[in-house]
Nanobody, 124 residues
């Protein structure tokens, strides 16, 4: 059974940092492309960052470029999203997602497995 279990998140002041983790079980993490999406109430899910399974090519949405960093540790079977200099507009529920295609996609329909979601709130 494939599971993606997220941890991290919470409440942070503007300018602060958080690290999200996505722990994978039931699949060979090194063969999967992993994306982080986020979603605000009433809005579509937005692709934030992605790391592919070929050469760890990374992608970032313009809104987070230079502030967020995605990485993977295949030995620990985890993918991380380090979020620095957080802004109130980063407040959302964040999801990790996995696909067994060696290329990033910003379409949620292209992903096969999803984490449970983690709330990130940036507020003073």
């Amino acid at each position: 059974q494939v599971r993606l279990v997220q941890s991290g998140g919470g409440l942070v002041q503007p300018g602060g940092s958080l690290r999200l983790s996505c722990a994978a079980s039931g699949l060979p993490l090194d063969a999967y492309t992993i994306d982080w999406f986020r979603q605000a109430p009433g809005k579509e899910r937005e692709g934030v960052s992605c790391i592919d399974s070929v050469d760890d090519y990374t992608y970032y949405a313009d809104s987070v470029k230079g502030r967020f960093t995605i990485s993977r540790d295949n030995d620990k079977r985890k993918v991380y999203l380090q979020m620095n200099n957080l802004r109130p507009e980063d407040t959302d529920v964040y999801y990790c997602a996995a696909r067994d295609v060696q290329k990033c996609s910003d379409s949620e329909e292209d992903y096969d497995y999803w984490g449970q979601g983690t709330q990130v709130t940036v507020s003073s």
